[in-house]
């Protein structure tokens, strides 16, 4: 066995481990600031983060009300005739 050669491969091989380790920590790092970005962002608005699904819900409900008030509103006999 060529112990020299061992050791070289050992070396790249902990020398990719070390970057692919500061790569996700990098990453990690983004991902928690972006996360304190967006929690942020959802309190400005007053959205309470854990509440997020019954605000989208809510928010959706709301959207469909307005479509269907607006459509109400439309002058259908008009918009027939053409």
Do not use: C, H
């Not at 066995?1 to 790249?12: A, G, T």
């Not at 481990?17 to 990098?26: D, G, M």
């Not at 928690?32 to 854990?50: F, K, Y």
């Amino acid at each position: 066995m060529d112990y020299e050669k061992e050791l070289n491969i050992l070396k790249d091989n902990l020398e990719k481990a070390k970057n692919l380790k500061y790569k996700a920590e990098a990453r990690l790092e983004q991902l928690n600031n972006q996360q304190a970005e967006i929690i942020e962002e959802l309190n400005s608005l007053g959205v309470n983060p854990e509440n997020l699904d019954e605000e989208i819900k809510k928010l959706t409900l709301e959207i469909d009300e307005l479509f269907k008030k607006a459509n109400t509103l439309l002058p259908k006999d008009i918009l027939e005739k053409k």
